[in-house]
């Protein structure tokens, strides 16, 4: 595998503290999911990094398949579940918002994405991940 970007983060205090890139540039108080405090939670972060991700998958695929979407987004569902083995794992919805494509070609769209966005391939095997598609077009 060819490394083509790298950043770290950093946590401390778990759910109930801080976490940050290294770089500096972003710092967020980490709170357990339900909490009244301020924060957000691992699985509401996670969800940020996938849609942004799966959205731009969406779009490189789409060019590449010169298909000319007008619209995308994409919307990440993350539930936080206990597995049988008594750890813990991750459930996630991929809500798919495509206009502009014929039924087929969104849906195209939608498979192939899925096989080349970086979050879709680390959770190949290691947690459910459920495709939605909602198109106009």
């Known amino acids: 595998m060819k490394i083509l970007y790298k950043t770290s983060a950093t946590a401390t205090g778990g759910r109930s503290g801080v976490s940050k890139l290294d770089d ?3 710092q ?5 999911p339900g909490s009244k405090t301020e924060g957000v939670n691992p699985e509401q972060l996670f969800a940020l990094g996938y849609s942004a991700c799966f959205d731009n998958a969406l779009l ?3 060019q ?3 298909l000319a979407p007008t619209a995308c987004s994409t919307t990440i569902e993350v539930g936080l579940a ?3 083995s008594g750890g813990f794992g991750l459930d996630v919805d991929l809500y798919a918002n495509i206009v502009g494509l014929s039924e087929p070609e969104a849906q195209s769209l939608l498979t192939a994405a899925h096989k080349v966005c ?3 391939n680390a959770l190949h095997g290691n947690a459910d991940v459920r495709l939605h598609l909602n ?3």
């Open 24 to 26: 500096g540039s972003f």
């Open 82 to 84: 206990q597995l049988e």
């Open 60 to 62: 490189r695929v789409a």
């Open 64 to 66: 590449r398949m010169k």
């Open 135 to 137: 198109h106009s077009s």
């Open 118 to 120: 970086p979050y879709s």
């Open 28 to 32: 967020v108080n980490t709170v357990p």
